[in-house]
């Protein structure tokens, strides 16, 4: 794999993590995993547990003492319904499957499934919603299930305004033809992006034309700030950032009662071909109203909630109330687990209340991107506040108690949610979770430090676990507790010193099973899809190793011309191995004469930085390249050797030091252990190919 490549395949990586949050994703590296033996009750994993006596009681205290008689929500659910596709599968372009509604139809067999929290199980249905539905009589329709998120047409004079239009082109595509089948053919006069997350944007190219955005035709609405957060948030941390999304997705493991059920705002996210056309119209002040194709809409911008911009919508023709992703059946999450800035519970809070006071007096339908629909002003103003409510407790709450004294290690064993809530669907966390949030809460206001001097400089968890194991007799007896505290269905505290233990030992199997069996228990009895995806694919992991089939998702180039040349050179001095780099410097001029821009990037100190806007007097090497190549060196389609021999790069100064630059560059791979010892031992190390992309013309060049 050339360099250039290389750097595409990281960024493609980087920017997969931004369609999961988040955004945020997985079809499995392509491959839809099922367990024919599941409908009779067998375990994907030969070495994988039932539900223990302990997971099951649970269960059954669960069932006693949640509001299992509320049916609103399924009422809501259904309501409205058209039609259902004659097919389950959506193909990609690329030949893999991309969207399988059918690997969760066991879900609809009427079973209780003991390794389902029974909350979590009810939610898993409600999102098996599958078809087109009527929201607004005539005007608003939703296709749910084709995606992690629903796609909203609003019914114009002429034409759809579609919201949301999905994570690929595929599904996206496929719904506006299941629409246009049913309802009659409209042509895309409009296209909304409620905010910055892949599933939401990354299908427009399955709904509208560039061509046509460009020319006015169609017109992409986005709040301000869209088209750096859509990429920013994912892309300096974006390997890992997708690494840690197999376990927060588990979206390598069978799709079955003992493994991945939901994902709490959908089913899954669809693995397609994503793109991104820039909007041609923002959103800047805090309300605006726009009308197109007679269509009355009012923006209200609520940055810095579930997504760095985003916006909610109301339409006074309709009384309908568009909440995007601000308020789903779920709450969300405040500290995501694949990793992202920390979320601002209160100001998600706010921005609800500003919802409820501004548009919800008077709204009769609140639909979203995600779950259902609600329908009558009382109902609409009841779930309003409660999720308001939800967020502003969990920050209020939190902060109480900090400030007497609770740590971040703390928080999540005191902070409770108010029993008021709990006895409401709207407030249950599916999406997030309550104590992650909790310490999220804590860690915006205060960081990761509990006052605990111990904490200042702690040795690395493989240093100190020895001491641990040395301390507590040694495994034997570790295992002996712990196989005792499994037992009585402490998992728990017997996760504490099989930690330990596992860390020590990597390569003790009987003390990884054991563990993996406290894991997959805490995991069949959690609420939140992210807790019990995490605890499931860690005990995959420590039984069975590392997960091979996770190949990178090619992102296309939308999103690499998306990228800023200041954010692409940001990236360099993250992708650089700074070990290697000690003693090399150099000044270099880039200068991208299509787009009028100039930047001084320099190598010094083992570390690489950039400044658009000035030029160095007398630079080791100055380059001069349009940034429409640059896009392909980019993407790894050319590199700069070919670009100079082209006629479209120029090479004034010594290209040498450039050209050693190149060789410190590293590949990004989502194929690193999270638990040490699950990895298979390496042989060699992999070629990089022959091409030099980074390779510079010969030092006579001009």
Same mark, same amino acid.
């Given at each position: ?36 033996? &599941? ?94 539905? *009527? ?9 749910? $299930? ?9 019914? #114009? ?32 006069? $409009? ?7 892949? +599933? ?9 034309? !560039? ?47 003992? @493994? ?27 309300? *605006? ?16 909630? !579930? ?56 709204? %009769? ?10 329908? @009558? ?11 308001? +409510?939800?967020?502003?407790? =969990? ?14 290690? *703390?928080?999540?064993?005191?902070? *409770? ?52 194991? %040395?301390?507590?007799? #040694? ?16 998992? =728990? ?11 020590? !030992? ?7 099973? =054991?563990?993996?069996?406290?894991? %997959? ?14 605890? =499931? ?28 040349? !200041? ?9 650089? +191995? ?37 030029? &160095? ?16 060196? /980019? ?7 070919? /670009? ?41 190390? &992999? ?16």
């Amino acid at each position: 794999m050339n360099l250039s490549r290389k750097l595409s395949l990281a960024f493609s990586i980087a920017v997969a993590g931004a369609a999961m949050t988040t955004t945020h994703a997985a079809g499995g590296g392509g491959a839809i995993v099922t367990n024919p033996g &599941a409908a009779e009750g067998k375990h994907f994993d030969p070495n994988g547990t039932m539900p223990s006596k302990y997971t099951i009681e649970l269960r059954n205290g669960l069932k006693a003492t949640l509001p299992f008689d509320d049916k609103r929500d399924f009422e809501e659910a259904q309501k409205g319904f058209i039609a259902a596709p004659d097919y389950k599968q959506i193909m990609a372009d690329a030949g893999n499957v991309a969207w399988d509604m059918g690997s969760y139809q066991w879900l609809l067999q009427g079973k209780d499934f003991d390794s389902i929290h029974p909350s979590l199980q009810r939610q898993a249905v409600l999102n098996m919603a599958y078809g087109l539905y *009527e929201v607004v009589p005539g005007k608003v329709y939703q296709v749910r $299930g084709y995606d992690l998120a629903n796609i909203s047409f609003i019914k #114009g004079d002429t034409g759809w305004i579609v919201f949301d239009p999905l994570t690929a082109k595929e599904t996206a595509q496929a719904a506006l033809e299941f629409i246009n089948q049913k309802l009659g053919k409209r042509p895309v006069v $409009g296209v909304v992006y409620s905010h910055s997350h892949g +599933d939401h944007f990354g299908g427009v190219r399955g709904v509208a034309d !560039e061509a046509d955005v460009a020319s006015g035709k169609v017109l992409v609405i986005a709040p301000v700030g869209f088209m750096r957060a859509a990429i920013e948030e994912n892309v300096m941390a974006g390997n890992a950032m997708s690494r840690r999304l197999q376990w927060q997705y588990s979206m390598l493991l069978p799709r079955d009662p003992f @493994g991945h059920v939901d994902q709490a705002i959908g089913k899954n996210i669809a693995n397609g071909t994503t793109g991104l056309i820039a909007p041609n119209r923002l959103i800047k002040d805090d309300f *605006e109203e726009i009308t197109v194709d007679g269509i009355r809409m009012v923006f209200q911008n609520t940055p810095d909630t !579930e997504a760095p911009v985003e916006m909610n919508t109301y339409f006074p023709q309709f009384k309908a109330f568009w909440a995007a992703e601000n308020v789903t059946g779920t709450i969300h999450n405040i500290y995501t687990l694949r990793g992202a800035a920390v979320r601002n519970a209160l100001n998600w809070s706010k921005q609800i209340n500003v919802s409820l006071w501004k548009f919800g007096q008077e709204a %009769e339908v609140m639909f979203a991107s995600h779950s259902w629909p609600r329908w @009558g002003n009382a109902r609409i103003q009841e779930v309003l506040r409660t999720q308001r +409510d939800a967020y502003a407790n =969990l920050n209020n709450q939190a902060l109480h108690y900090a400030n007497q004294g609770v740590t971040i290690n *703390e928080i999540q064993n005191v902070y *409770e949610v108010p029993k008021s809530l709990q006895q409401q669907w709207a407030a249950r966390s599916y999406h997030g979770d309550v104590k992650n949030n909790s310490r999220a809460v804590i860690n915006r206001f205060l960081g990761f430090y509990d006052n605990n001097p111990v904490n200042l400089h702690p040795l690395s968890p493989q240093d100190s676990a020895p001491l641990y194991v %040395e301390m507590m007799g #040694g495994s034997a007896k570790i295992m002996a507790k712990g196989q005792q505290l499994v037992d009585q269905g402490k998992y =728990l505290e017997a996760s504490e010193i099989l930690n330990k233990l596992q860390l020590a !030992e990597p390569r003790n199997m009987p003390a990884r099973r =054991l563990l993996a069996d406290a894991y %997959e228990q805490l995991g069949y009895q959690a609420e939140s899809t992210s807790v019990r995806n995490s605890y =499931l694919q860690g005990a995959y992991e420590l039984r069975n190793g590392l997960p091979t089939a996770a190949p990178p998702r090619s992102t296309g180039p939308d999103v690499v011309r998306a990228m800023s040349t !200041e954010m692409w050179l940001d990236f360099l001095g993250v992708s650089m +191995d700074p070990k290697r780099a000690e003693g090399l410097t150099f000044t270099l001029n880039l200068v991208t004469p299509d787009n009028g821009e100039k930047f001084l990037v320099e190598l010094s100190n083992a570390t690489l930085t950039n400044i658009q806007g000035q030029q &160095a007097e007398n630079p080791t090497l100055t380059i001069t390249i349009n940034r429409t190549d640059l896009d392909q060196i /980019m993407m790894g389609v050319s590199s700069f050797d070919a /670009m100079a021999k082209a006629g479209k790069a120029k090479f004034t100064g010594n290209p040498k030091p450039f050209a050693e630059f190149g060789k410190l560059l590293v590949t990004f791979t989502p194929d690193f252990e999270i638990l040490p010892g699950t990895a298979p031992v390496k042989s060699g190390s &992999a070629s990089i190919g022959q091409s030099k992309p980074f390779q510079a013309p010969a030092a006579d060049a001009d």
